[in-house]
T-cell receptor, first 112, second 114 residues
Framework: GQQLNQSPQSMFIQEGEDVSMNCTSS?????WLWYKQEPGEGPVLLIA?????ELTSNGRLTAQFGITRKDSFLNISASIPSDVGIYFC????????????FGQGTTLQVKP | NAGVMQNPRHLVRRRGQEARLRCSPM?????VYWYRQLPEEGLKFMVY????????ESGMPKERFSAEFPKEGPSILRIQQVVRGDSAAYFC????????????FGQGTRLTVV
């Protein structure tokens, strides 16, 4: 079945630094989604990618859909304290029911 | 995601009791998904429902767990005879149509079994 491997598992960085995290899939699919989960909250969609090679930005966030269609990365530039949270990659399940498969998450901590 | 309402936010149950988790989807959304998040893990799909129908329950444990989405009222995730291993955060997501990837998540219910 689908498996998503996300790395790194956690990051502790200084405010102002850039951050990069990535996700790889055991299968080829047509969508990459990146979510952020803040403490005590549900996941919020940050960026959705729909085709290989696509590069999409949302403010200081940039995500790319890998050419092989088996990987994606998320970059955060000039990090700020409110970037703290858990970042998840996700894909739609192959059953076409709309359910999502999530990676294990990257926990980001930002030191002011 | 504020539009998807889950309650209670926190629920404490003793082993053997029943837990009922409620999810009111966003207005106009007829598709509901339930996910479970164990500590330090990602979200895992449990069940997908439309009004009055269970479409996909492949992620539901075989025993003690059930879900419904009646014609009127919220979707309910019910856990009977809870055990310590059921302690987790349970999230509900809703979308207006199946192919829409922009499902919106609620804030979750954190279940603690003591």
């Amino acid at each position: 079945g689908q498996q998503l491997n996300q790395s790194p598992q956690s990051m502790f960085i200084q405010e102002g630094e850039d951050v990069s995290m990535n996700c790889t899939s055991s299968s080829i699919f047509n969508t990459w989604l990146w979510y952020k989960q803040e403490p005590g909250e549900g996941p919020v969609l940050l960026i959705a990618l729909y085709k290989a090679g696509e590069l999409t930005s949302n403010g200081r966030l940039t995500a790319q859909f890998g050419i092989t269609r088996k990987d994606s990365f998320l970059n955060i530039s000039a990090s700020i304290p409110s970037d703290v949270g858990i970042y998840f990659c996700a894909q739609r399940d192959s059953s076409n029911t709309g359910k999502l498969i999530f990676g294990q998450g990257t926990t980001l901590q930002v030191k002011p | 995601n504020a539009g998807v309402m889950q309650n209670p936010r926190h629920l404490v149950r003793r082993r053997g009791q029943e837990a009922r988790l409620r999810c009111s989807p966003m207005k106009g959304h007829s598709h509901v998904y339930w996910y479970r998040q164990l500590p330090e893990e990602g979200l895992k799909f449990m069940v997908y429902l439309q009004k009055e129908n269970i479409i996909d329950e492949s992620g539901m444990p075989k025993e003690r767990f059930s879900a419904e989405f009646p014609k009127e009222g919220p979707s309910i995730l019910r856990i009977q005879q809870v055990v310590r291993g059921d302690s987790a955060a349970y999230f509900c997501a809703s979308s207006p149509q199946r192919q829409n990837t922009e499902a919106f998540f609620g804030q979750g219910t954190r279940l603690t079994v003591v």
